[in-house]
């Protein structure tokens, strides 16, 4: 992955952060038996999502590359 810079974008190192946010919000208030708290953290989670997918179509995630990868080259 090194050739293709796959995630070395705003849109997804944003998206990631506030995802990881959420994802240790949930584990918390898991672990404390408090369900509301739980999902709220998975809210946190998919606005991750939300937000890395508005970033990219705003223009700040990956540019789609003209040229094709080689057959041999996936793994």
Known sequence: MAGSSHGHTPAAWTGV???FIGFCVAGAFMVMAQPAGFWAGM???????VV?????????????S??????GAES
């Not at 890395?52 to 789609?64: D, E, H, L, N, T």
């Not at 003209?66 to 057959?71: L, Q, T």
């Open 66 to 71: 003209s040229h094709p990868v080689p057959a």
């Open 17 to 19: 952060i506030i995802a």
């Open 52 to 64: 890395g997918a508005v970033m990219r179509s705003m223009g700040m995630g990956q540019q789609q």
């Open 43 to 49: 809210g946190i989670v998919v606005l991750g999502g």
